[in-house]
């Protein structure tokens, strides 16, 4: 089994999602997809990793999203993301945090996760073009900001475009 995700969904309708989440990458697909990073200690074992992800309604017009997963193997937090959502006719505004890892300071333990800590506001005019509204299912596909991200964690979220 090279890439696994196996998830568990509540969907109540198209805003109101809460998704819970397991995914793992072989260390065989890691190094066929990222030879240098498959010596790494923290890939020893693969990436095992479970999450929550989740999008819900808060009162009229604003919705809230988040995920959170965290690495089994190196017991850490793999990522975060928190945002909300302000949706009208004319305009949505969304404001967003992310921290995802971005690497690892190097030790005689395998290193300590490094992250990227990033803050963001989208501003969408609507009626501009004829796909408008990114609603909160897009929210967390598009994990809200735009990222630069490392190979780490295209690796990580390809696992997720792939399976999820």
Known sequence: MPLVTAPLKYRRDENRLVQLNYRY????????????????????????????????????????????????????????MLGVQYNSCCYAIRLGYERKVNGW???????????????????????????????TQQMLRSNILPYQS?????????IIRICG
């Open 25 to 80: 990458a072989s260390p065989e697909y890691i190094q066929a997809t990222l030879p240098s990073y498959s010596t790494a200690a923290q890939y020893k074992q693969g990436i095992s990793q479970v999450g929550m992800t989740a999008s819900w309604p808060i009162v009229d017009r604003w919705s809230v999203v988040g995920a959170y997963y965290y690495d089994t193997n190196t017991r850490k937090a793999a990522n975060q």
């Open 105 to 135: 300071n190097s030790n005689d333990n395998g290193g300590e996760s490094k992250y990227d800590n990033t803050f963001g506001i989208n501003i969408e005019l609507r009626g501009l073009s004829s796909n408008y509204g990114l609603g």
């Open 150 to 158: 490392s190979p780490v964690m295209r690796l990580v979220y390809n």
